[in-house]
């Protein structure tokens, strides 16, 4: 599933994936990856990712029960 | 191995030494670590598996064909640098294509130039070879001069899955922006 939670903080900051792939120590293709949804990072990153996107972990990756 | 053969490995063995200190002091001069992130090291962890399955599947297929043939395919060492660089190869693809073949912040045109040059060593070798009158095949048997091949096969499917990747690359970051 899509991270669109991710992928629109990242936009609202103006932020390229480089850029936060750059500020969080990882691949660009990574940053990628998680916002298709192809690669399900762990706490660390997620964690890494929240402290650069300045959001909890709650906001960019908790999926609501359909 | 014919002698004039060891001494054409072992002045290919040591340029592949000489560009592994070159680089390696490069990299140190440069304070570059080549580090992969954790979904890179997954997916270099599922192409070490790929490329140990496939040297497994070529060690069976080799000997079955040998053992069914009644004859050897090809000398031994032969042999065994073929499945090397085969496995390399699949490993070296796959990751390429997982985009975990290059370190964190890694540009492709270094390895692009590095596989460029090698083919052109190998390409260089094997048409002396041929002017020599050196056969890649004798009798039906594979001889050592088809190791360069082998190699240069290697290369070139690198080179080619490397060039293949970061035109994608380059046309899903028009998209991603």
Redesign the interface.
Known sequence: MKNLKLKSARAALDW??QQL??AV??????V??IEKGD?N??I??CLAICRALGKTLDELFWEEEP | MPRDYIWTFLLGLLFAVALFVIVSVMEKKQKQER?Y????LQARGRAYQAAFLSLLGYCVVVGMLSLCLERELCPVYTAMFIGVFFSAGVFAVKCIFS?AY?A??ERPGYWLALSALVVAINMVVILKNLHDGKAIIENGVLTEYSINVACGILFVAIFAATLIKTLK?RA??AS??
Do not use: I, M, W
């Not at chain 1, 120590?25 to 990574?30: A, I, K, L």
């Open positions: 390229s994936q792939a750059d120590g990882v691949s660009r293709q990574t990628n990856a690669y990072p762990t660390k990153l | 580090r992130d954790e979904r890179q985009e290059f964190v912040g690359d899903s970051d991603e922006r």
